[in-house]
């Protein structure tokens, strides 16, 4: 049920029940009158009673908490009675509205409206407000939720014709600010505040979202490609500052090669090839036959069981 069916329900005093002080004062009279219809054997303090109880029960009246009743006395304005026990003059004042005071959810949305880009979007949003000014809001308004259902909607379309599709989607919260802002200016005068707004859903169409998906992809590859590239550069750094270290130090160029040929002839099933100056010029010939008795240690039963080789 919608917040506007709530309201138009509790508009009129017709549509509530009765309450226990009303039935009291129905059955009291009622009841005396047919007590002396019994006794004197004549209907008219009956009937008396029974037409006196029903114009006594139309008096009092019962406002929840919540709730405040405008009264008004031959059509202009009385007072605002409520919350609690309160009475009336039968058929001289009557209730025209019954206020509810809490704060009421509404929600409202924009189908297929522009933006200031000229992209049709679809906007779902929820407004959180409340009546703070009874009196206002029944005599200064017809209705006043559906006038503040409007008012949401034309000021939701009034933004978004203003705004472009990048901004709606990124600030959202400035926009639901905004938005309060203006619902609020507009329903001050008819005694209602609005608490806040806040956007549920931004329905863009289905080819622009595969257009945005990949130019998001192509961002990311872009960024991506950079990262790389600014990688690179690092490491041609290091490097190039590695061999500055090396440039007048052949013994460390030299163990630094003996290593690295280490590394790779220990592993098992490893092959390298190196040319014969190399090997000569490195002294290489001790470093490939510790490397190839390694191999060879690594290839036994034992060592490939986990123990030790046997002598």
Known sequence: ????????????????????????????PA?????????QKNPA???????????????PKVAQQWERAIVLRLGRFRQMRGPGLFFIVPFIDTITAWIDQRTIT???????????????????????????????????????????????????????????LTDLLRGR??????????????SNPWGVTVSSVEMRDVIIPGALQDAMSREAQAAREKQARIILGEAELAIAESFAEASRSYQNNPTA????????????????????????????????????????????????????AGKPPSE
């Open 1 to 28: 049920m919608t917040p506007f069916s709530v309201a138009r329900r509790r508009e009129g005093a017709d549509l509530r029940s009765p309450n226990i002080i009303a039935v009291v004062f129905l059955l009291v």
């Open 31 to 39: 009841l005396a009158g047919v007590g002396l219809t019994v006794t």
């Open 45 to 59: 303090p009956g009937i008396a009673g029974i037409v006196l109880g029903l114009l006594l029960m139309q008096a």
């Open 106 to 164: 509404t929600s409202f949305a924009a189908e297929q409206t522009l933006t200031s880009d000229t992209v049709p979007v679809n906007v779902d949003a929820v407004l959180f407000w409340m009546v703070h000014d009874a009196q206002k809001a029944a005599l200064e308004v017809q209705d006043y939720t559906q006038a503040v259902s409007w008012a949401a909607q034309t000021a939701l379309r009034d933004i978004i014709g203003r705004t472009t």
């Open 173 to 186: 919260e400035r926009i639901e600010n905004e938005l309060q802002l203006l619902i609020d200016q507009r």
């Open 253 to 304: 160029l030299h163990l630094r090669a003996m290593n690295m040929l280490y590394e790779g002839l220990k592993e098992k099933g490893a092959l390298m090839l190196i040319p014969s100056s190399a090997v000569e010029s490195m002294g290489m010939g001790g470093l490939m036959g510790a490397a190839a008795l390694q191999q060879q240690q690594l290839t036994k039963p034992g060592a490939e």
